[in-house]
């Protein structure tokens, strides 16, 4: 069976997509970035509970407090990407459950009122909405460089809080000159799914 989406989007999105290493300067605009929010919101996550929160970076100020806290190899490209976005999983979610989970208000307190809980899911859930965001990136013809490499405790007291956990940083803009390296091998088909 086939997939129902357009080989070109199919490469647009994943087969051809990678991770960026260079950008043009060309800027990416406010609009962009709604339009992938837009796109984005609407992936799923447990209970609805959306606690992707990103923070958007584009002051020359911020931009050189972020790169002092980027690994040694990171710090190039982050400093000269069009935009970036941190990504932090919001721990206190469970705050805006009874707007975005109306029929079922009280799994507010049912099932987030410890905040240990309230980590768990929102680490997992925001992981999901990062990768659709990075989706999204690619859906709006821009590329994505997602990093981990960053003192995560530096970035969270510099631009978030106690309540927000840093998961990952994504440069993002067209893609410059020597922008990939080499793709990457992956495990195939038998490798990964098992029937039972």
């Known amino acids: 069976m086939s997939l129902v989406l357009d080989p070109a989007a199919q490469d647009l999105l994943f087969r051809e997509a990678r991770t960026a290493n260079t950008f043009t300067d060309e800027p990416v605009t406010e609009e962009q970035v709604q339009a992938i929010y837009d796109l984005v919101k609407f992936g799923p996550t447990a209970f609805n509970q959306s606690p992707?929160?990103?923070?958007?970076?584009?002051?020359?100020?911020?931009?050189?407090?972020?790169?002092?806290?980027?690994a040694e190899g990171n710090r190039p490209k982050t400093a000269t990407a069009p935009l970036v976005a941190i990504l932090a999983a919001d721990n206190e979610f469970h705050e805006e459950l009874p707007a975005l989970l109306p029929h079922f208000?009280?799994?507010k307190d049912m099932f987030f009122s410890e905040?240990?809980?309230?980590?768990?899911?929102?680490?997992?859930?925001?992981?999901?909405?990062?990768?659709?965001?990075?989706?999204?990136?690619?859906?709006?013809?821009?590329?994505?460089?997602?990093?981990?490499?960053?003192?995560?405790?530096?970035?969270?007291?510099?631009?978030?809080?106690?309540?927000?956990?840093?998961?990952?940083?994504?440069?993002?803009?067209?893609?410059g000159e020597d922008a990939w390296f080499p793709r990457s091998p992956r495990l195939s088909y038998d490798d990964v799914i098992t029937t039972v």
Do not use: C, W
């Open 52 to 70: 992707l929160r990103v923070v958007l970076v584009r002051s020359p100020e911020a931009r050189e407090r972020l790169v002092a806290h980027m």
């Open 105 to 107: 208000p009280q799994a």
């Open 115 to 175: 905040r240990p809980a309230r980590e768990a899911a929102a680490g997992l859930n925001a992981a999901l909405q990062a990768a659709y965001f990075i989706v999204g990136v690619r859906a709006a013809g821009l590329a994505a460089g997602p990093m981990t490499g960053f003192d995560f405790a530096g970035v969270q007291k510099e631009f978030l809080d106690d309540d927000h956990t840093p998961l990952m940083i994504v440069n993002i803009g067209k893609p």
